[in-house]
């Protein structure tokens, strides 16, 4: 077994049309999700969406975004969604779930030292990089000599393949993490080549592709649906932010990011890296909500 942080550098593999093929290091053959999936496909020419100034207000036009990783602890842990890179050795083991009706049984290929996000949503991303498989999992727990999590949730890295329609993840939306994390040796070379995760406090009972599930008993229609996509507007000014922040805002033009679960409105997720600039990341909170739209994305749906 090798536990490596998400901070690690990542390669951009060659391939015509947008964005993907990052890898992780330790797992040069694996892709993040083909150049084809959602998370690698840029937005920034497709049109607004009709709602878009109502979905806007109904999230908060006033609040400012915010970097929900960075670099330290909080609550004993990393700041931020940790990966963890395992090899095909490494032993799996079963995990018991309370959504088991939802989650992918199994077993997890789990580290005596996985690596788990501190806070209450406490998920763990483990990627397997000889099979290229990724094991995502909500609330993991150590449970007596075994493992407990909320949910669960098992990805082929070369696959679109989505969720059954109306299944979970471990996230509320039914999407993978992984792929919406900003990785620290991304803004290290200069560029993040996908689409972000993000939560708002309030959603609605619907969702839309990619995402699988809802979360929500809010049947009104200015609330956003699950996997909704919105992005900064293109004339948002960003060369007066520093590098860190300004090359966050670069990829919230082109990708956008994603509605993937409740919480905090205008969070976006990341991995932990001790390089991170925290000043730099807290200024991303200029950023109010009323400089960002939604997109119209009905022309990537396959």
């Given at each position: ?85 395992v090899s095909s050795a ?160 670069e990829a919230l ?50």
């Open positions: 077994m090798r536990a490596v942080a998400a901070g690690l550098s990542l390669a951009l593999a060659a391939g015509a049309g947008g964005a993907s093929g990052l890898h992780l290091p330790a797992a040069p053959r694996c892709p993040i999700f083909p150049a084809s999936s959602p998370w690698n496909r840029r937005v920034d020419r497709l049109p607004a969406a009709a709602a878009s100034d109502a979905i806007v207000r109904s999230i908060g036009m006033g609040g400012g975004l915010h970097a929900d990783f960075g670099s330290g602890l909080y609550q004993g842990g990393p700041i931020g969604i940790p990966i963890t890179l490494q032993r799996k083991v079963p995990v018991s779930f309370d959504y088991a009706g939802e989650s992918d049984r199994g077993p997890y290929p789990i580290p005596r030292g996985v690596r788990i996000e501190a806070g209450s949503d406490r998920h763990a991303i483990v990627v397997d990089r000889d099979r290229c498989r990724l094991y995502e999992l909500y609330a993991l727990r150590r449970a007596g000599d075994g493992w407990h999590a909320g949910s669960g949730a098992i990805w082929n890295l070369r696959s679109n393949r989505l969720r059954p329609a109306g299944w979970t993840s471990a996230d509320a939306a039914g999407l993978p993490i992984l792929p919406g994390l900003a990785r620290y040796d991304e803004v290290e070379r200069g560029r993040i080549d996908h689409a972000l995760r993000f939560t708002v406090e309030r959603t609605r009972r619907a969702y839309v592709y990619p995402a699988r599930h809802y979360a929500s008993d809010l049947a009104d229609p200015d609330l956003p649906p699950m996997g909704l996509r919105l992005r900064l507007k293109a004339g948002y000014p960003i060369g007066a932010f520093p590098r860190q922040a300004r090359i966050v805002l033009k082109r990708y956008g990011m994603i509605v993937a679960d409740n919480g905090s409105s205008w969070f976006i997720s990341g991995a932990p890296d001790p390089r991170w600039s925290n000043d730099q990341l807290h200024s991303l909170g200029r950023v109010p909500g009323s400089a960002f739209e939604v997109v119209d994305t009905s022309s990537l749906r396959p």
